[in-house]
């Protein structure tokens, strides 16, 4: 199945930066509980926590990737509670990719961009291009449905960003620019969220460095590891 794939090219991909630190434990928002379910009745992974608080903040429910499975890949298991917290375990940026199969509720309209009339799903289902029949725009997909997000919780973007920057070290680091092009948002989102929060809490470390192979002093961020 395709998102047990990515669970799994997560884990892997996390391993892969550094093999010695442990790449077994996955923390999800409550919201997506549902979407293990079936990992966990085979046995692929193990819900070990349904309220357990990440390093950075946020309840999340906490898994583990079964252990013969973590021997197959050679993914260090984690032991200590302090190992498992860290932000790279936050696997909603994956799971988040799925959530249109688990949510039967969700209901789309679309508005023209030109005149800004409204229209049903229903009544331009059977259009592949939709577009206004007063002025032909091809009209704006609008999904009633707010991204999932739990109380206390960061929002997906960012998640990303605070993996982004945590992944990065003092001679990797990024301008807000090569941040937002990596995770796909706003140079301003990533301005507010680096400086004015992770930075601040002390989550990353953002600085006036100069990068040699840059070759510029400026504003970068990068991990606290
Ligand atoms: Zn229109």
């Given at each position: 199945m395709d998102m047990w794939s990515e669970i799994l090219s997560k884990a892997v991909a996390e391993k892969n930066k550094n093999t010695n630190r442990p790449a077994s434990h996955i923390l999800i928002a409550p919201i997506r509980k549902d979407y293990l379910n079936v990992f966990c009745e085979n046995f692929h992974l193990h819900l070990l926590s349904k309220n357990i608080s990440s390093k950075h903040g946020g309840n999340y429910m906490l898994y583990s990737i079964d252990y013969e499975i973590c021997n197959e890949y050679n993914i260090k298991y984690a032991e200590e509670k302090d190992e498992y917290t860290a932000v790279r375990f936050i696997y909603d940026s994956v799971l988040s990719n799925f959530d249109a199969y688990f949510m039967k509720s969700k209901s789309k309209s679309y508005r023209c961009p030109q005149c800004s009339k409204i229209y049903e799903e229903s009544e331009v289902v059977k259009f592949k291009v939709k577009r206004c029949c007063d002025d032909d725009?091809?009209?704006?997909?609008?999904?009633?449905?707010?991204?999932?997000?739990?109380?206390?919780?960061?929002?997906?973007?960012?998640?990303?960003?605070l993996g982004?920057?945590?992944?990065?070290?003092?001679?990797?680091?990024?301008?807000?620019?090569?941040?937002?092009?990596?995770?796909?948002?706003?140079?301003?989102?990533?301005?507010?969220?680096?400086?004015?929060?992770?930075?601040?809490?002390?989550?990353?470390?953002?600085?006036?460095?100069?990068?040699?192979?840059?070759?510029?002093?400026?504003?970068?961020?990068?991990?606290?590891?």
């Open positions: 725009e091809v009209l704006d997909e609008i999904i009633h449905m707010e991204t999932p997000k739990t109380e206390g919780n960061y929002t997906e973007v960012e998640i990303k960003i982004h920057i945590s992944s990065l070290g003092e001679d990797e680091a990024m301008d807000a620019r090569e941040i937002a092009d990596a995770v796909g948002c706003t140079i301003q989102k990533v301005s507010m969220w680096g400086s004015k929060v992770l930075a601040k809490k002390g989550l990353i470390n953002k600085g006036l460095i100069n990068i040699l192979s840059k070759n510029k002093t400026k504003n970068y961020y990068y991990s606290i590891d």
